[in-house]
Structures are given as C-alpha cells and as structure tokens.
T-cell receptor
Framework: GAGVSQSPSNKVTEKGKDVELRCDPI?????LYWYRQSLGQGLEFLIY????????KSGLPSDRFSAERTGGSVSTLTIQRTQQEDSAVYLC??????????????FGPGTRLLVL | GDSVTQMEGPVTLSEEACLTI???????????LFWYVQYPGEGLQLLLK?????DKGSNKGFEATYRKETTSFHLEKGSVQVSDSAVYFC?????????????FGIGTKLQVIP
C-alpha cells in the first residue's frame, strides 16, 4: 500500500511569508509525528498527534509554528512569518498503534524548505 | 529527560571492513531501541529494533544488542559494502505519561569506499 506522503517536496519562500506543509499518513495509522532535520544536525522532534489531539507540543520551536490534524488523517504544519533559520527538511512519520513501544515509525520523504 | 548519544561522523571505511557505530542512551523507564537508516536522497527507514534487555535486532547483516547494564545499543556489521553508505540514526521510544515519545540521536554518516 501507499506509504507516508508529504507535499510539497520542495518549497522556496521569502522571509516573512507563511508556509503550509502537508502530511498524509499511512491509512489507519493513529499516531503522527513531525520532525525537523537541519543541516548538520539530527532529527528534532516538533509535535506528536494521537488521533486529532496533540498531547505533546513541546518541540515546537516558537509560537510561529502550529500544526493540526483533522479526521485522524491528514496533518498540516504551518510556519508563520518564516525566518531563514526555519530552512530545513521537515519530516512526517506515522505509526499504526497507540501504546505500543515497539511500533515502528514510517517516515515520509520530507519537505525541503528554503527561506530566502 | 530521555536522550540518545551517538558518535559523530563521518565514518569512512573501506569495503569489507568491520563497522561499529556506538549508541548510548538515558531513559527513565524501559525503552524500545531502534536504528534507522537514511540512504542518499531517500527517506528514513527502520533498519532494526530491540524491545527489551538482551534482545538482538538484526537486518541486512547489521546487528545491535540491547545492553541495559551499559545503556547501549551499538550498531555492528562484519563486512560493509559501498551500498551501506548512508546516515544511521539511533533512537529510543519510551512510554511517557501514556504515550510514546521518540528521541533520536544526531545521526552518524557512514562512507564506504571501494
């Protein structure tokens, strides 16, 4: 079946503009994660969804970042008033089952964001 | 809080050399441990995992053993190939307040030269 998909694959924007990144998880997966991968750094956790609710928003770097998930499926990550330091690859992952520590995360290909 | 420490790369090896990428962790409970791999131009994918102490995960010739006494999950391969060139991420997943929190290491880049 289809894996996790993300769109757009690449986004170039000007500083100060808002951007929306989309994630389509694998059908039936209840958990959804957003990460940021900056050049020379590891994976930075941003936010986690269980169904439509987000129990952990601790990773969002500032109040310019927000995310929502509707219908327990598609999620959008919105960055308002983008800054150059927001340039990174934004990765989405989903996993099938809540409460199962051994569950694997399935990653999407990422959205490469460049803020000029 | 939870953390994962892995050796910084890049690691450069000749084909057929032996590989070890160290990974240690700190966690309050009993996490599951994972190695993910990111090949050039591709997304992250699970390489192997172990869910309890002394478990050994293995895949594609790679192995890692969950060592609770040393809080380690080192990745090993006896003979690397050029096709193993990638970035390798160690990760842990722990039940935290009723949900699964995942923490990744910074990633170790492996370059295998012919």
């Amino acid at each position: 079946g289809a894996g996790v998909s993300q769109s757009p694959s690449n986004k170039v924007t000007e500083k100060g503009k808002d951007v929306e990144l989309r994630c389509d998880p694998i059908s039936g997966h209840t958990a959804l994660y957003w990460y940021r991968q900056s050049l020379g750094q590891g994976l930075e956790f941003l936010i986690y969804f269980q169904g439509n609710s987000a129990p952990d928003k601790s990773g969002l770097p500032s109040d310019r970042f927000s995310a929502e998930r509707t219908g327990g499926s598609v999620s959008t990550l919105t960055i308002q008033r983008t800054q150059q330091e927001d340039s990174a690859v934004y990765l989405c992952a989903s996993s099938p089952q809540f409460g199962a520590p051994q569950e694997t995360q399935y990653f999407g290909p990422g959205t490469r964001l460049l803020v000029l | 809080g939870d953390s994962v420490t892995q050796m910084e790369g890049p690691v450069t090896l000749s084909e057929e050399a032996c590989l070890t990428i160290n990974c240690t962790y700190t966690a309050t409970g009993y996490p599951s441990l994972f190695w993910y791999v990111q090949y050039p131009g591709e997304g992250l994918q699970l390489l192997l995992k172990a869910t309890k102490a002394d478990d050994k995960g293995s895949n594609k010739g790679f192995e890692a053993t969950y060592r609770k006494e040393t809080t380690s999950f080192h990745l090993e391969k006896g003979s690397v190939q050029v096709s193993d060139s990638a970035v390798y991420f160690c990760a842990l997943r722990e039940n935290s307040g009723g949900y699964q929190k995942v923490t990744f290491g910074i990633g170790t880049k492996l370059q295998v030269i012919p």
